[in-house]
């Protein structure tokens, strides 16, 4: 195998990655705000430090995603499936990825004034 498939095929497993990574996170902060309550000060100072631990790494996770997806966008353009299933997919991966921009928002508008309030 060449060296350039190689590197399409490391950066879609990066990509898939970094999307579960994402994920994570997201749920981790989520989790561990929801533990804040009727805890000592100390305990949720620790807390606080963890969700934004969490907090930063999803950052670094969306990146690599947006960074890798960017890499896909080139490096997946062959009609590989035929001109009439190609147009589908790329219809498909577009209303994807509409929905994934969604939850990316969203999980930021959830997560961010639990984190800094």
Request: overall charge positive; cysteine-free; proline content about 3%.
């Amino acid at each position: 195998m060449n060296l350039k498939k190689t590197a399409v095929i490391l950066n879609g497993f990066m990509h898939d990655f970094a999307a579960g990574i994402w994920l994570a996170a997201i749920a981790a902060i989520v989790f561990i705000h929801r533990q804040h309550l009727g805890k000592p000060a100390e305990v949720v100072a620790v807390l606080n430090h963890l969700e934004h631990v969490f907090f930063w790494v999803s950052i670094v996770a969306m990146v690599v995603i947006l960074a890798t997806g960017a890499g896909r966008t080139f490096t997946y353009v062959e009609n590989y499936y035929g001109p009439d299933a190609e147009r589908v997919r790329r219809r498909m991966l577009l209303v994807k990825h509409l929905i994934l921009f969604a939850a990316f928002a969203a999980g930021y508008l959830f997560v961010y004034p639990r984190l800094f309030h």
